[in-house]
């Protein structure tokens, strides 16, 4: 919104710093935690009152989980409230990449907020069905991912290819063109990153600090994917427009940053499905706008570490009737042979940042 005053730099000089994705990206930055840090303890006050005994806690979970009882959760309301201002204050709203991401992480949001929902009033950890709730993302994403791919097909220099191809790292022209079935992949991504982020949020602290890591990591592949004479440099595709989401990962880690304050252990809120949702299909949504949808994997790594654990765990359980983890997902592991919450959550955070390092690095290595 506030890029037109852009308009106005013939006549004031400062108002030429708005014409800077790296300006506005910082703005957005400052803005989204101010919002959180200022809205946040009324919210969190409201939360507690309305949902009386708050997120209901696994009775198979860690032991030490039970003293978390009568905790709010929802918390990704103060996320999405920072995010989505700052975002609307900061970024250009007439980007289709700043619209598709926002389309999903607000429509992954309430999803999510649905879920919570029905979990508070019920006092139980089940929530909406499963098959309705993917059912509901895939429409969301694949709608976002069409949108994006026509924007790219018409404006990359790479010509129609580009916009419905998988492009692999470490390779400068390897392109898989999946034509109108991108539209099914890029869903998957969008959709699977969203679950992820969600699998990981269960002990205080845990998801927030990857996903702003994450968003730092994709932050920057944005910036430099959106940059012509960066990407030619890097010999990355070049994929005009997406330098704008880097304004909205700068909204996600002041945001990320006012959630910590008060997620911090002991956490005085839960994030909930509403805001792990909402994020994780946000980064999702990043990952195949810039075309890194394979570095995301690993960027993500921590995220994809928790989902395997789950579905390993499902799978061998039902064909053998045994565990391969003494609890799903893999952080409960850990708890259960004896790591504090702490220790957990600390040594996945070192985790995180070695695989964001580890994903950045593909982008010289071509």
Known sequence: MLIWLVELSHHIQFFNLFRYITFRAGAALFTSAFIVFMFGPRMIA???????????????????????????TMGGLMILAGIVVSSLLWADLSNVYVVSTLLVTLGFGAIGFY???????????????????????????????YFMMRTATAYAPNGSIIGTSIAFPFFKDFFVN????????????????????????????????PVMIASASFGVIAYLAGNAVFSNYLQINFVPGTGEL???????????????WFNAPPAAIFMGDTGSLALGGMIGTVAVATKHEIVMAIIGGLFVMET????????????????????????????????????????FWIIAVGLAML????????
């Open 46 to 72: 409201s939360l507690r009152i309305r949902q009386g005994k708050g997120q209901p806690i696994r009775a198979d979970g860690p032991q030490t989980h039970f003293k978390k009882a009568g905790t709010p």
């Open 178 to 209: 999946l034509g109108m079935f991108f539209v099914l992949f890029g869903g998957f991504v969008i959709v699977g990153a969203g679950n992820a982020v969600n699998l990981t949020d269960g002990l205080d602290g845990l998801a927030i600090v």
């Open 115 to 145: 879920d919570d929902y029905l979990k508070v009033t019920k006092q139980s950890d089940k929530g909406f069905s499963g098959k309705a709730r993917l059912g509901i993302e895939f429409l969301i994403a694949g709608t976002a991912v």
């Open 246 to 260: 880097a304004v909205i990962m700068g909204a996600v880690i002041g945001a990320g940053l006012g959630f910590l």
């Open 308 to 347: 395997l654990s789950v579905i390993i765990q499902v799978f061998w359980f039902k064909r053998t009737g045994k565990r391969v983890f003494l609890m799903a997902p893999i952080h409960h592991h850990f708890e259960k042979l004896g790591w504090t919450e702490s220790q957990v959550v600390i040594r």
């Open 359 to 366: 994903g950045l690095a593909t982008l010289k290595l071509r």
